[in-house]
């Protein structure tokens, strides 16, 4: 698990791991003869405690894979709202009519169902409406939007409500995106931004196999391969608190070329060598030795070496 949090050094946020499980797979479990945990029970597993760490609702986004109504009912129930991606061929349901009274027999679950959100996405003489969203890469777009709050409903499993938004992006009209929120009332343009937020997932998790290693390593252990990883995802995290603590005496410079403009923003390449500059700086220049038996390098060479030296490591 992730946290999304605002840096000082970019202008896109962060996602900073805390949290790790190691999944092994349905065919690694019967050969160790362990009982199989799905993704979703380990999600489960993994809100119970974050929610007993914070005390407090907080808001889960993940991606199709957690759009799960088991999932949706433990997060409810836990005072998390869960946002992810709906299926087009999601089965919605209006709310039930009320049971009159005296009338015996079993009370009904749900209504009637609503089209599906291909044929909505299609329809023109729906009331569409427009609104400006923070879309991937942080651009500004204008988007049209359908929402609702309805049932969803499976076979064998308690109908959940959630509150679907059919997003269309007239960039790419051919495409529906469709997002839920098991918080009702949750405002349409927080459902989309901080679903759009999970896209810094994935550049953390590309920037930790590029930077830290992780996915390369070889293991030949359990316990090696249970504690690798989720070091070296904390490592992640923990290089971003110290540049952040470090920064306040030090400028981050992010590091230039002719090929690529940063704009000022700083990547975690750009982090790791901000720390490895400020340690070494420290270690072998902070009492040089005023003899002449040493060679005294200029400030401007001095500089120049230890940046060459942080970048290449």
Not at 56 to 62: D, E, F, K, N, T
Not at 103 to 111: A, F, H, L, P, S
Not at 132 to 157: M, N, P, S
Not at 263 to 279: E, G, L, P, W, Y
Request: net charge positive.
């Amino acid at each position: 698990m992730t946290l999304v949090v605002p840096l000082p050094w970019n202008k896109r946020p962060w996602a900073l791991p805390f949290l790790t499980v190691l999944a092994p797979s349905k065919q690694a479990n019967e050969k160790q003869g362990r009982s199989h945990r799905t993704t979703v029970d380990w999600t489960i597993t993994m809100v119970k405690l974050v929610t007993r760490w914070l005390k407090r609702s907080w808001i889960l986004v993940g991606d199709g894979a957690y759009a799960c109504i088991e999932l949706g009912h433990r997060c409810r129930k836990l005072n998390v709202t869960l946002i992810s991606r709906l299926r087009l061929d999601a089965c919605l349901y209006e709310f039930p009519e009320p049971t009159p009274k005296g009338k015996r027999g079993r009370k009904r679950v749900k209504g009637k169902r609503i089209c599906s959100f291909k044929d909505l996405a299609q329809d023109a003489s729906q009331h569409w409406i427009e609104a400006d969203v923070k879309w991937y890469g942080g651009q500004l777009l204008r988007i049209r939007y359908l929402t609702g709050v309805h049932l969803w409903y499976k076979a064998g499993e308690k109908p959940l409500p959630i509150r679907w938004v059919v997003v269309i992006n007239p960039n790419q009209p051919d495409r529906t995106d469709v997002f839920f929120s098991t918080d009702t009332n949750l405002l349409v343009t927080d459902i989309i931004r901080c679903f759009v937020l999970r896209w810094n997932i994935e550049v953390t998790f590309e920037e930790v196999r590029e930077h830290l290693g992780v996915e390369t390593q070889r293991q030949w252990s359990d316990k090696a391969i249970g504690r690798t990883t989720p070091v070296l995802m904390g490592l992640y995290s923990l290089a971003c608190v110290i540049a952040k603590e470090m920064r306040q005496s030090t400028l981050l410079q992010p590091a230039l070329t002719s090929w690529y403009d940063k704009k000022d923003q700083a990547t975690f390449s750009d982090v790791i060598a901000f720390i490895r500059r400020t340690i070494w700086a420290e270690k072998y220049f902070s009492n040089s030795s005023m003899s002449d038996d040493f060679i005294k390098l200029t400030p401007n060479d001095a500089d120049t070496l230890i940046n060459q030296l942080a970048m290449a490591a």
